[in-house]
């Protein structure tokens, strides 16, 4: 496999086609031939298997690129996505099973590098997929991307909330810069998808378990400041839709109820605000007391039945936990807390990131309008055309997108020719190259070892300047062998 660490470019990424063909077309076998079904799913582990040993003997940086090649491999879930349709399923399965195995050799240092955005949109549109097994894959994708502690074995089970977090041992360091910038762009669609993951009809105790461990990871890896109070704002807006979605089972008002409670005892202890944390283990007794279904002792617990489960889906307001309570204990440690008076909706995440770019944009024209106005002496001067936001907006994207289409063009042709050309033709193209380099060269050697012409380049660009000789001239480093 050390061999494998030294090869580059498309080279790498036809080796993993090669594969993933392999493996697509495992999956479309149809047999009744249980053996044979046996047979296909040992060749297909051993193909998911293989590719995580190769991307472990190649540099991060490409083992991101080997999941966004997977990623595009796999058949995307639409609007009217039909679960009877169990190939493309199986086939969605095992290339997320192969993005897992790839995940767990990378090692994550900053978010920004482990979530570009060509990974990170797809991917949480497959978290949206109407496959709970699915869904649950993309969590794990999640999860082991976003711990960079070794705090995901400490935080997958939920089994039961602990009184004091301290045994968990987490290592929570503070969130840099550029993290605080990643959840700034791409919270929103974090947050939303989350919030409507935890409505899906078909979730399963591991779905629920995964999307609190995912929520914990964010609290953990990525709670700074503003972050924290995004996550607070979700939680309670998860509570609110336990409360008044109608639409859910009582198992899934429960545990959904059963994740806030976790996830509150955890933050509150993390932050370590004395009133937050007394408000939380206030809630957290009043259910221990009269309503245990709402934990995730109960919650959670696979061999429940109906009559583990209340007849009514009433929940007490003493049962619940308090915006306003929670306010006052993250206002009195300085939290901005103004974003949690706008209720959380799932349009949020769809539209967060452009709703953070307006802001950005109006920010700029309202400063630039208000100094030209209170410059002394300066007349604005008056726009024929009308200038608008969205005029503004569709400048940026169109010329954004038009700028991606001509990368995206110039790199497939690029990879085109060297994939499918002659060996032949691409020698002739670097030696057309390498020709026209050594001419350049040559013409300015010339130019520069005849001392009249040197004395005349010398005179134009300096009359006072005594012309320099040729062995004592620098030349740039380009133009030394």
């Known amino acids: 496999m050390s061999y494998f660490y030294c090869i580059l470019g498309p080279s790498v990424l036809e080796v993993f086609n090669t594969l993933l ?12 031939n249980k053996q044979m079904l046996i047979e296909e799913k040992r060749f297909q582990e051993a193909i998911i298997n293989t590719i995580g040993e190769f991307a472990n003997n190649l540099p991060d940086y490409q083992k991101i690129e080997i999941m966004m090649f997977v990623m595009g491999k796999v058949p995307m879930p639409s609007l009217h996505d039909d679960i009877s349709e169990s190939r493309d399923v199986l086939l969605q399965t095992m290339l997320l099973k192969t993005m897992l195995k790839v995940a767990t050799k990378y090692k994550t240092m900053l978010m920004v590098n482990a979530f570009p955005v060509s990974f990170l949109d797809p991917l949480l549109r497959m978290s949206m997929a109407s496959d709970a097994v699915i869904r649950l894959f993309v969590q794990e994708i999640f999860h082991t991307l976003l711990d960079r502690h070794g705090n995901l074995p400490k935080l997958t089970s939920v089994s039961r909330i602990p009184k004091d977090i301290t045994d968990l041992e987490l290592t929570v360091e503070k969130c840099s810069r550029q993290d605080v910038f990643f959840m700034k762009k791409t919270g929103p669609q974090f947050y939303g998808c989350i919030y409507e993951n935890l409505q899906q009809e078909n979730n399963k105790v591991d779905n629920f378990e995964a999307l609190y461990c995912t ?7 990525l709670g700074g400041e503003e972050v924290l109070v995004e996550l607070v704002r979700v939680v309670l807006a998860a509570q609110h839709m336990a409360c008044t979605n109608k639409d859910l089972p009582i198992t899934h008002q429960c545990a959904i109820h059963a994740i806030v409670a976790a996830y509150f005892n955890l933050m509150a202890q993390l932050t370590a605000i004395p009133s937050f944390c007394q408000h939380v283990s206030q809630v957290v007794e009043f259910r221990q007391s009269e309503a245990p279904y709402l934990l995730p002792e109960m919650a959670f617990n696979r061999n429940n039945t109906a009559d583990n489960y209340p007849q009514t889906d009433e929940v007490k307001e003493k049962l619940l936990f308090d915006l306003d309570r929670i306010t006052e204990a993250l206002n009195s440690q300085g939290h901005d807390t103004s974003i949690l008076g706008t209720p959380f909706t799932a349009a949020d995440f769809a539209d967060g990131v452009a709703l953070a770019g307006s802001a950005s944009i109006g920010s700029v024209s309202l400063s ?50 060297f994939r499918t050309g002659p060996f032949e033709d691409i020698v002739a193209r670097s030696e057309a190259k390498s020709q026209l380099f050594d001419n350049k060269l040559s013409e300015i050697l010339n130019l520069v070892s005849s001392s009249g012409s040197t004395e005349g380049i010398a005179n134009k660009l300096d009359d006072e300047q005594q012309p320099v000789p040729v062995f004592e001239m620098q030349f740039p480093d380009l133009f030394v062998y």
């Open 21 to 32: 063909r392999h493996l697509r077309v495992s999956v479309s076998v149809n047999t009744n």
């Open 368 to 417: 630039v309008a208000s100094s030209a106005e209170s410059t002394p002496g300066l007349r604005r001067k008056l726009v024929q055309e009308e200038i608008t936001f969205d005029s503004l907006k569709k400048i940026l994207v169109e010329d954004d997108e038009i700028k991606k289409q001509s990368q995206e063009r110039k790199r497939r042709e690029i990879l085109e020719s």
């Open 215 to 221: 929520l914990a990871l964010l609290c953990v890896e």
